[in-house]
């Protein structure tokens, strides 16, 4: 089987790495949306979010169950789906890490941006296997428009 | 009675590809487990190996979380609509920041 993969637009890349560098060295954290198509989906807009972890910022984010329901609102108004959620590593790889996995869900499309004092680095992105043992990396596509899925 | 369940867009392959499942329960706890024999892949997404429901699901019964009623013990009615909603966690392992 194929790796699944996810297009990300240029626009929406950036200003997740902004994201993670405004937000230094705490995590941020926010919503994914698009179009999900047979192994592909693309990113085509974005809910940034605040992270509600206040106690421990630097190695965890959340995001309640309002702010998921306001990222749904959302990508229903804009007639997308909500694809999935990005998040950063401050300082660390852009791997998920046990933590993420323990509290993942299926089907969403997880993006890591590793920021490295300050600067942007590496991207990744994952969807959660069925028997929550592993992830899959998806093959992340990044482009200057729209792209369309398959 | 007669309840629906809501299903959460990233548990909706565990469940048929439904949006919603009508169940037959007296409170959340008989909803859940009517739910997760009905469909039973659904419920490592929903259940610790404990079979405690796991910290980021949220249960909501016509949009009040369970917590702050009877939790799997609050009583639902017959047209009542039970929520899953997600919440999202994640980050670094580090022992000391």
């Known amino acids: 089987m194929s790796r699944p993969r996810l297009k990300v ?9 902004a994201h993670g560098v405004e937000t230094y060295p705490h995590e941020c954290c926010g919503a994914l949306l698009g179009r999900d198509g047979e192994g592909s989906r693309e990113v085509i807009d974005l809910v940034p979010l605040a992270n509600r972890r206040d106690d421990s910022p630097r190695n965890r984010f959340e995001v309640t169950p309002d702010d998921v329901r306001l990222a749904e609102k959302t990508a229903s108004e804009k007639k997308l789906e909500l694809i999935g959620w990005y998040h950063s590593h401050p300082d660390a790889p852009a791997r998920p890490s046990e933590y993420d996995r323990d509290h993942a869900w299926p089907w969403y499309s997880y993006l890591i941006v590793s920021v490295e004092k300050g600067e942007p680095r590496d991207t990744t992105s994952w ?11 998806e093959e992340l596509e990044v482009a200057a428009r729209e792209m369309g899925i398959q | 009675m007669a309840v629906k369940v809501m299903i959460p867009t990233p548990l909706r392959a565990y469940a048929g590809k439904q949006e919603s499942v009508e169940v037959q329960a007296a409170t959340v706890g008989e909803a859940l487990s009517a739910l997760t024999t009905k469909h039973s892949d659904l419920r490592k997404h929903l259940f610790s190996d404990d079979g405690r429901l796991r910290s980021f699901v949220n249960v909501y019964v016509n949009d009040e979380d ?7 013990q609050t009583a639902v009615k017959a047209g009542d609509t039970i929520s899953i909603v997600p919440s999202i966690a994640g980050g670094v392992n580090r022992a000391r920041i």
Do not use: C, S
């Open chain 1, 9 to 17: 637009r240029e626009e929406m890349y950036r200003r997740i790495h």
């Open chain 1, 127 to 137: 969807r959660l296997h069925d028997d929550r043992a592993a992830y899959d990396a």
């Open chain 2, 66 to 72: 369970i917590r702050y009623l009877q939790k799997d």
